[in-house]
C-alpha cells in the first residue's frame, strides 16, 4: 500500500515524533470507546459521571463506575497498535506519547515517555491534601474509597469534565507536539478539547501529522496522510514496512 510506505518513510525521516492517541488503540484491547453504545454502563453517558458535581452528588456511584471499569481493564493487554507505539523508539527518533487514555497500557506495552493528559485510572488523590498515589487494587476493598492519612474520600486521579487538565503534563504536551516533525493521531474522534487541538501545534510549526482511525474525525481533512484502518492492522503493516519487532 502506497501510503503505509510513506508514512513508513516520513517515520524513517522524522527527529521527533508524537504520538498523540485515544480510546480508539485501546478498542483492539478490549477497552470500549467513550462515543458508541460500548461506553455506556448501566443507563450512564460518560458525561454524566464524569464530573465533580456527579462525584459530590454521589461519590459512591461515580467510585463504582471506576470500580467496573478498573476490572474491566485490569486483565488486559496491549495490543499491536501500543506495541508498535513503543517499538517506535528503537529507530533512535526522540518518541513522546501523549495519550488521553487512563488505561495505563502504553506503560505496558513498553513506552517510556508518556504524558498522560487526562490522568491514570490507577492513581488515587486524596480529596482534602491532593496527594497522589498508586492504587491496584481490583476490586476496590471499600466504595467509595477513603485516604489512609487523613481519612477524607479519595477521587480517581483523572480529569473530569469541565475540569483543567494537570497543567505541568500539558505544557510538556504542547511543548513536545510543536516541536515534532511527525505526529500520529491514532484512536481519537478528536472533539474534546483542549486535547484535541494538539495536531494544529504540529501542523502549524511545519511538521506533518498521520491519522489512523477507521472512520474519519474533524482532523481528517487537515492531516497530510489519513489512514482509515484500526489502530492495530496499521500497527503491523508500519512495523513490518518498518522491519520492527512487535
Ligand atoms: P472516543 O470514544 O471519542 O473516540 C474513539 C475513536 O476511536 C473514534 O474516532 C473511533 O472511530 C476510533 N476507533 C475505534 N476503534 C478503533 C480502532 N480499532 N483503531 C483506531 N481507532 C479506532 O475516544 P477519545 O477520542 O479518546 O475524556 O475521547 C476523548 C475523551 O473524551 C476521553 O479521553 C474522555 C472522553 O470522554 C475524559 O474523560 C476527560
Same mark, same amino acid.
Given at each position: 500500500?502506497?501510503?503505509?510506505?510513506?508514512?513508513?518513510?516520513?517515520?524513517?525521516?522524522?527527529?521527533?515524533?508524537?504520538?498523540?492517541?485515544?480510546?480508539?488503540?485501546?478498542?483492539?484491547?478490549?477497552?470500549?470507546?467513550?462515543?458508541?453504545?460500548?461506553?455506556?454502563?448501566?443507563?450512564?453517558?460518560?458525561?454524566?459521571?464524569?464530573?465533580?458535581?456527579?462525584?459530590?452528588?454521589?461519590?459512591?456511584?461515580?467510585? /463504582?463506575?471506576?470500580?467496573?471499569?478498573? !476490572?474491566?481493564? =485490569?486483565? #488486559?493487554? $496491549? &495490543?499491536?497498535?501500543?506495541?508498535?507505539? %513503543?517499538?517506535?523508539?528503537?529507530?533512535?527518533?526522540?518518541?513522546?506519547?501523549?495519550?488521553?487514555?487512563?488505561?495505563?497500557?502504553?506503560?505496558?506495552?513498553?513506552?517510556?515517555?508518556?504524558?498522560?493528559?487526562?490522568?491514570?485510572?490507577?492513581?488515587?488523590?486524596?480529596?482534602?491534601?491532593?496527594?497522589?498515589?498508586?492504587?491496584?487494587?481490583?476490586?476496590?476493598? /471499600?466504595?467509595?474509597?477513603?485516604?489512609? !492519612?487523613?481519612? =477524607?474520600? #479519595?477521587? $480517581? &486521579?483523572?480529569?473530569?469534565?469541565?475540569? %483543567?487538565?494537570?497543567?505541568?503534563?500539558?505544557?510538556?504536551?504542547?511543548?513536545?507536539?510543536?516541536?515534532?516533525?511527525?505526529?500520529?493521531?491514532?484512536?481519537?474522534?478528536?472533539?474534546?478539547?483542549?486535547?484535541?487541538?494538539?495536531?494544529?501545534?504540529?501542523?502549524?510549526?511545519?511538521?506533518?501529522?498521520?491519522?489512523?482511525?477507521?472512520?474519519?474525525?474533524?482532523?481528517?481533512?487537515?492531516?497530510?496522510?489519513?489512514?482509515?484502518?484500526?489502530?492495530?492492522?496499521?500497527?503491523?503493516?508500519?512495523?513490518?514496512?518498518?522491519?520492527?519487532?512487535?
Amino acid at each position: 500500500m502506497r501510503e503505509i510506505k510513506e508514512i513508513a518513510k516520513a517515520i524513517r525521516e522524522a527527529e521527533r515524533i508524537v504520538v498523540f492517541t485515544g480510546a480508539g488503540i485501546s478498542a483492539e484491547s478490549g477497552v470500549p470507546t467513550f462515543r458508541g453504545k460500548e461506553g455506556l454502563w448501566k443507563r450512564y453517558r460518560p458525561e454524566e459521571l464524569a464530573t465533580p458535581q456527579a462525584f459530590a452528588r454521589d461519590p459512591k456511584l461515580v467510585w /463504582e463506575w471506576y470500580n467496573w471499569r478498573r !476490572e474491566l481493564i =485490569a486483565p #488486559l493487554q $496491549p &495490543n499491536p497498535g501500543h506495541r508498535f507505539v %513503543a517499538a517506535l523508539e528503537t529507530l533512535g527518533a526522540q518518541v513522546t506519547v501523549v495519550t488521553q487514555n487512563i488505561d495505563g497500557l502504553h506503560k505496558k506495552a513498553g513506552s517510556t515517555v508518556i504524558e498522560e493528559v487526562h490522568g491514570n485510572i490507577w492513581q488515587v488523590r486524596c480529596t482534602k491534601e491532593g496527594t497522589i498515589t498508586e492504587n491496584t487494587q481490583v476490586p476496590l476493598p /471499600e466504595i467509595p474509597p477513603h485516604c489512609p !492519612e487523613c481519612g =477524607a474520600l #479519595l477521587r $480517581p &486521579n483523572v480529569v473530569w469534565f469541565g475540569e %483543567a487538565l494537570p497543567q505541568d503534563v500539558w505544557m510538556r504536551a504542547l511543548d513536545a507536539a510543536s516541536k515534532a516533525d511527525l505526529m500520529l493521531v491514532i484512536g481519537t474522534s478528536a472533539v474534546v478539547y483542549p486535547a484535541a487541538g494538539l495536531p494544529e501545534n504540529t501542523l502549524a510549526a511545519g511538521g506533518r501529522v498521520v491519522e489512523i482511525n477507521p472512520d474519519p474525525t474533524p482532523l481528517s481533512g487537515t492531516v497530510t496522510w489519513s489512514l482509515r484502518m484500526k489502530a492495530g492492522e496499521a500497527g503491523r503493516a508500519l512495523a513490518e514496512e518498518l522491519g520492527l519487532n512487535i
